[in-house]
Nanobody, 127 residues
Framework: HVQLVESGGGAVQTGGSLKLSCAVS????????MGWFRQSPGNQREGFAA????????HYAESVKGRFTISQDNAKNTLFLQMNSLKPEDTAVYYC?????????????????????WGQGTQVTVS
């Protein structure tokens, strides 16, 4: 049974930082593309970062490039998202997602249809 559980969300002031975690269980973590998405009220779910858990392929959307960093602890099957210089427009529910990787790459990393498994989400509020 695959499970993704996010944590680390909360409220922060503009310019502040948060680190989200996504604990993964139930499958072989090292062969997956892991993505981060966010969704604010009235908007579609936006994919903005992804990493191949075997290393070497990483993606960021322009909206977060230079401010957000995706990382992982394979020994603990955990994905992280370090978010710095947060802005009010970063306010959203943040989700992690997982998809089997083809060839060690994260194709179409920002599309929700790419991913099979999803966490329940964690709220991030920037004011």
């Amino acid at each position: 049974h695959v499970q993704l559980v996010e944590s680390g969300g909360g409220a922060v002031q503009t310019g502040g930082s948060l680190k989200l975690s996504c604990a993964v269980s139930g499958y072989l973590y090292a062969q997956y593309c892991m993505g981060w998405f966010r969704q604010s009220p009235g908007n579609q779910r936006e994919g903005f970062a992804a990493i191949y858990t075997g290393g070497g392929d990483e993606h960021y959307a322009e909206s977060v490039k230079g401010r957000f960093t995706i990382s992982q602890d394979n020994a603990k099957n955990t994905l992280f998202l370090q978010m710095n210089s947060l802005k009010p427009e970063d306010t959203a529910v943040y989700y992690c997602a997982a998809a089997r990787s083809s060839g060690g790459l994260c194709y179409s990393y920002s599309a929700t249809s790419t991913y099979t498994y999803w966490g329940q989400g964690t709220q991030v509020t920037v004011s």
